[in-house]
T-cell receptor, first 113, second 112 residues
């Protein structure tokens, strides 16, 4: 186990709704990255948070937003949900020491109907 | 654009044999490559990593080889076991850019 936890494990929403996913990083890690994994695909980078600020973003629209808290936990918020947002959402934590290995949580499975 | 991971989609190996999973990348600027294992319903699990200034690294039952000339990465798993059945991803990372770029993965099936 990596020590990275995510909640909830599963979630069902309808189009147009908003969702908040949560991640607690591994002890000692100060960086959290979020990824979206569609079925049968590799994870796609959404964004990363370091010292409570966004530090890099992938090709995702502004309705994907996030936060990092002083304890390094993080939230991913998605507004105006679309059917294509159905996916496994993964967070990964790491420590900025020049090695940058990212350790993943179990993910949140989101289904948008 | 950058990409990592031109994988065969599936690989079947007899239990006890060695497995080799291959990955090609296009971005020469990647500083660091990582292999992850993902079992059904779980997040990717770190297996082994290698920096771009190395060409080989060994772990427990696993070896990663990096050939920068042809932009190719491989993961060798010795004496495969049923628990090795999973999808394997290679990923590249640029220090300073911090995002992992994943390939589509290879599904490894161990035949008893």
């Amino acid at each position: 186990e990596t020590g990275v936890t995510q909640s909830p494990t599963h979630l069902i929403k309808t189009r147009g709704q908003q969702v908040t996913l949560r991640c607690s990083s591994q002890s000692g890690h100060n960086t959290v990255s979020w990824y979206q994994q569609a079925l049968g695909q590799g994870p796609q980078f959404i964004f990363q948070y370091y010292r409570e600020e966004e530090n890099g973003r992938g090709n995702f629209p502004p309705r994907f937003s996030g936060l990092q808290f002083p304890n390094y936990s993080s939230e991913l918020n998605v507004n105006a949900l679309e059917l294509d947002d159905s996916a496994l959402y993964l967070c990964a934590s790491s420590f900025r020491d020049g090695k940058e290995t990212q350790y993943f949580g179990p993910g949140t499975r989101l289904l948008v109907l | 654009g950058e990409s990592v991971g031109l994988h065969l989609p599936t690989l079947s190996v007899q239990e006890g044999d060695n497995s080799i999973i291959n990955c090609a990348y296009s971005n020469s600027a990647s500083d660091y490559f990582i292999w992850y294992k993902q079992e059904s319903g779980k997040g990717p699990q770190f297996i082994i990593d290698i920096r771009s200034n190395m060409d080989k690294r060994q772990g427990q039952r696993v070896t990663v080889l990096l050939n920068k000339t042809v932009k190719h990465l491989s993961l060798q798993i010795a004496a495969t076991q049923p628990g090795d059945s999973a999808v394997y991803f290679c990923a590249g990372l640029n220090f300073g850019n911090e995002k992992l770029t994943f390939g589509t993965g290879t599904r490894l099936t161990i035949i008893p």
